[in-house]
């Protein structure tokens, strides 16, 4: 494996390829929703051993996908994990401050190299902000655990965590006072930014993380497209500080967003555990589950169907005009004719339905078709 802040070209695989007879027979099953000209759309059946896929002629374009795009700071920060442990978990630093000092020096200039077609001056990831350093120096042995992870090893303390974020969020509505987001470690505002949405939390990881390593990320995992220059991506910290990195550049002021394409990609890799790696991908599958029915977080807007449910899910949502956008990976259920019951797996994306109408519909009309061609009702 290549050292770096980054995966060298080809260590990062690309998993959805077009079934053109999939792809053009679910574009006649949702040619007559009303948003299908305008929205993103895609759709991955991940029932069978390799994903189907299929998408509308949006699929390219940037939506604008409100907090879906804090999907990509959430990558990122696994990534950069991933990264530090990979090139220095074994490095001679004698405490946290040599480490930091080498890491910095080391990287700075190959991520400002990565991302200078788009950020003039890069920022860096605020290591001692996300990192625990907390405990005796371990030269040779750096762990590069994120502060306030209890993941595997205290489960009594995690469930404790979720309850008291719960009501953070029940307390605040969404928006959690920037004093008190900052009294939080890490891994606590990973969890509200990504399950309740929260979006002062948002903006703290992203500005921990970095606008300029997360745009990095994003090319180099192959979900943002430099060419095109449309992709998954974030360019803000929600109002958190005055970090920005330039609006998109298709000239719709866009400063968050995504294509069906990347989301359906994010998400497929992630239900196959090769988003990052299996830990990291195990990780951000439990941080995504669905909980609303715990009284937990935002709720899917792809609930309600028959037979199913989302599971994991990232919805955003612009309350004044109930514009949405969503990607999730949902199971459901359909029988044989023989009667028997079988589950079915898809990913289900659906990006910037203006005023939210066509949610529901649109998952219901994916359900159906992801069941028809697993020969299912």
């Known amino acids: 494996m290549s050292t770096g802040p980054f995966p060298a070209p080809g260590e990062v695989r690309r998993v959805l390829v077009r079934d053109e007879p999939f792809h053009r027979d679910f574009q006649d099953a949702v040619r007559s929703l009303p948003g299908y000209a305008s929205m993103g759309i895609a759709l991955v059946d991940l029932t069978g051993a390799a994903p189907r896929y299929a998408a509308t002629p949006q699929e390219h374009f940037d939506k604008h996908v409100f907090s879906v795009a804090k999907l990509a700071p959430f990558l990122a920060a696994f990534r950069l994990r991933e990264r530090l442990r990979n090139q220095f978990s074994g490095d001679p630093a004698k405490d946290s401050e040599e480490l930091i000092g080498k890491i910095e020096k080391t990287w700075k200039p190959l991520i400002a190299a990565r991302v200078s077609s788009r950020v003039a001056k890069p920022d860096f990831p605020n290591l001692r902000r996300i990192f625990d350093f907390g405990g005796p120096p371990t030269p040779g042995g750096w762990k590069f655990d994120f502060k306030g992870d209890h993941s595997g090893h205290d489960t009594d303390r995690e469930k404790l965590v979720w309850k008291y974020l719960g009501g953070l969020d029940r307390r605040y509505r969404g928006f959690v006072p920037k004093d008190e987001v900052d009294l939080l470690p890490f891994m606590h505002r990973l969890k509200l930014m990504v399950r309740m949405s929260d979006d002062m939390s948002a903006g703290s990881v992203a500005s921990d993380v970095g606008l300029a390593y997360t745009f990095g990320v994003m090319v180099s995992d192959g979900l943002y497209n430099e060419k095109g220059r449309h ?147």
């Open 231 to 377: 992709g998954m991506w974030l360019s803000n910290t929600y109002g958190y500080d005055s970090k920005f990195s330039g609006f998109e550049g298709s000239g719709t002021d866009l400063t968050a967003g995504a294509t069906a394409y990347a989301v359906a990609e994010y998400l497929t890799r992630l239900h196959q555990k090769a988003l990052v790696d299996k830990e990291s991908s195990e990780r951000m599958l439990d941080i995504l589950k669905e909980r609303s029915g715990r009284g937990l977080g935002t709720e899917s807007r792809f609930q309600g169907l028959p037979t199913g449910r989302a599971t994991h899910s990232k919805i955003g949502l612009w309350r004044p005009t109930g514009n949405t956008s969503e990607g999730a990976i949902v199971q459901s259920f359909g029988r044989t004719r023989g009667g028997v019951l079988k589950p079915v797996r898809y990913v289900a994306v659906g990006l910037q339905d203006l005023g939210g109408a066509n949610m529901f519909s649109l998952v219901n009309r994916m359900d159906a078709y992801v069941k028809k061609v697993n020969g299912l009702t």
